[in-house]
């Protein structure tokens, strides 16, 4: 069955910290995102990338890195985190453009 | 980036009555059309999708609508139960990544 893991799940930070959110896929997907949802946004793409070595900018990308190591496995970096990243972060994969993204279960970060 | 203007952002409707949420999009290369249904404490999932050659799409209870020409399309939900209390989100295709509206939360009244 078709799955993204996310970890972890809930992750408190203090400003200035450094923070790595994980995601996994194992769908053997091309296409990896990450999103950010904030009450009154909806869902913010944050970075994306169409495979292992690829990265693509998204809409809101400040403060924010992220790297494709291999075709299963993406990472968000936050290396100086701030109170406005507080936000709950979603890791998604699709097979190809042309296909809805299937959601990972989501982190939920609280910089204080 | 693509803007997706998703409308009404709250949503509340007596149980067995229609449930109607719309969204317009900019990019007319934009042609495929996912929805997700989102519950409390979870992740967001794909309720129903339409692509660009079609016009209306149904699956059970659910039905979108596509009107390429103005960049339009919206989601019907018909019977509503309160197990369709949930936050919907509309999303159009970009070059390379999906642009989804702010979501609305809908609540259907037993």
């Known amino acids: 069955e078709a799955a993204v893991t996310q970890s972890p799940r809930n992750k408190v930070t203090v400003t200035g910290g450094n923070v790595t959110l994980s995601c996994r896929q194992t769908n053997s997907h091309n296409y990896m995102y990450w999103y950010r949802q904030d009450t009154g946004h909806g869902l913010r793409l944050i970075h994306y990338?169409?495979?292992?070595?690829?990265?693509q900018i998204g809409d809101v990308p400040d403060g924010y890195k992220a790297t494709r190591t291999t075709q299963e496995d993406f990472f968000l970096l936050l290396e100086l985190a701030s109170p406005s990243q507080t936000s709950l972060y979603f890791c998604a994969s699709s097979d190809r453009v042309v296909q809805a993204p299937l959601f990972g279960e989501g982190t939920r970060l609280s910089v204080l | 980036g693509e803007q997706v203007e998703q409308l009404p952002s709250i949503l509340r409707v007596q149980e067995r009555s229609s449930a109607s949420i719309n969204c317009t999009y900019e990019?007319?290369?934009?042609?495929?059309f996912p929805w997700y249904k989102q519950e409390p404490g979870e992740n967001p999932k794909l309720i129903i999708d339409?692509?660009?050659?079609?016009e209306r799409k149904q699956i059970q209870g659910l039905i979108v609508l596509l009107d390429k020409k103005a960049k339009r399309f919206s989601l019907h939900i018909t019977d509503t139960q309160p197990a369709d209390s949930a936050m919907y989100f509309c999303?159009?295709?970009?070059?390379?990544?999906?642009?989804f509206g702010k979501g609305t939360s809908l609540t259907v009244i037993p």
């Open positions: 339409i692509r660009s050659n079609m």
């Open positions: 999303a159009a295709m970009g070059y390379q990544n999906f642009y």
């Open positions: 990338s169409y495979g292992a070595g690829n990265l």
């Open positions: 990019n007319s290369a934009s042609n495929y």
